[in-house]
């Protein structure tokens, strides 16, 4: 059973800067494609960031392009999440995620992190 746990969350002002991190057990990250979702009160789920198992593809939605920088350290399994210039719009939970191929559809990825709660101040 793949588990996946975030760490990083919490309360920063606006402009500020926060690094999420996700830890896999049970199985390697290694492979597989991993992003990283958030979610607001009342919104859907949306990717913010993906990226392949080599490192080599990218996506990040046009809302934190520039300021949010994902990356993996597959010798640790280990997935990151770099987010600067934090806005009160970027408050929300965010979920780490793995899957078969780094997309924005939620329903490509197998399994979830429980979420971590990011709150930007303004």
């Given at each position: 059973?793949?588990?996946l746990v975030?760490?990083?969350?919490?309360?920063?002002?606006?402009?500020?800067?926060?690094?999420l991190?996700?830890a896999?057990s049970?199985?390697?990250?290694?492979g597989?494609?991993?992003?990283?979702?958030?979610?607001?009160?009342?919104?859907?789920?949306?990717?913010?960031?993906?990226?392949?198992?080599?490192g080599?593809?990218?996506?990040y939605?046009?809302?934190?392009?520039?300021?949010?920088t994902?990356?993996?350290?597959?010798?640790?399994?280990?997935?990151?999440l770099?987010?600067?210039?934090?806005?009160?719009?970027?408050?929300?939970v965010?979920?780490?995620?793995?899957?078969?191929?780094?997309?924005?559809?939620?329903?490509?990825y197998?399994?979830?992190?429980q979420?971590t709660?990011?709150?930007?101040?303004?």
């Amino acid at each position: 059973q793949v588990q996946l746990v975030e760490y990083g969350g919490g309360l920063v002002q606006a402009g500020g800067s926060l690094r999420l991190s996700c830890a896999a057990s049970g199985r390697t990250l290694s492979g597989y494609a991993i992003a990283w979702f958030r979610q607001a009160p009342g919104k859907e789920r949306d990717c913010v960031a993906a990226i392949s198992w080599s490192g080599s593809t990218t996506y990040y939605s046009n809302s934190v392009k520039g300021r949010f920088t994902i990356s993996r350290d597959n010798a640790k399994n280990t997935m990151y999440l770099q987010m600067s210039s934090l806005k009160p719009e970027d408050t929300a939970v965010y979920y780490c995620a793995q899957g078969r191929t780094p997309t924005r559809v939620a329903s490509i990825y197998d399994y979830w992190g429980q979420g971590t709660q990011v709150t930007v101040s303004s």
